[in-house]
């Protein structure tokens, strides 16, 4: 993987941790979905 997409997966993981995508409410994707987008707005 070069250098520059590497860095870009390391942002998409800090963010997803800024988010608290670990402590997501529920194991359904469907659920965490809508509570995401709902986080978004």
Not at 3 to 24: F, P
Request: charged share 25%; glycine share 12%.
């Amino acid at each position: 993987m070069p250098a520059r997409a590497h860095a870009v997966v390391e942002d998409r993981v800090r963010a997803g941790k800024a988010r608290g995508l670990r402590n997501l409410p529920s194991k359904n994707g469907t659920v965490n979905q809508g509570g995401m987008l709902a986080a978004d707005l």
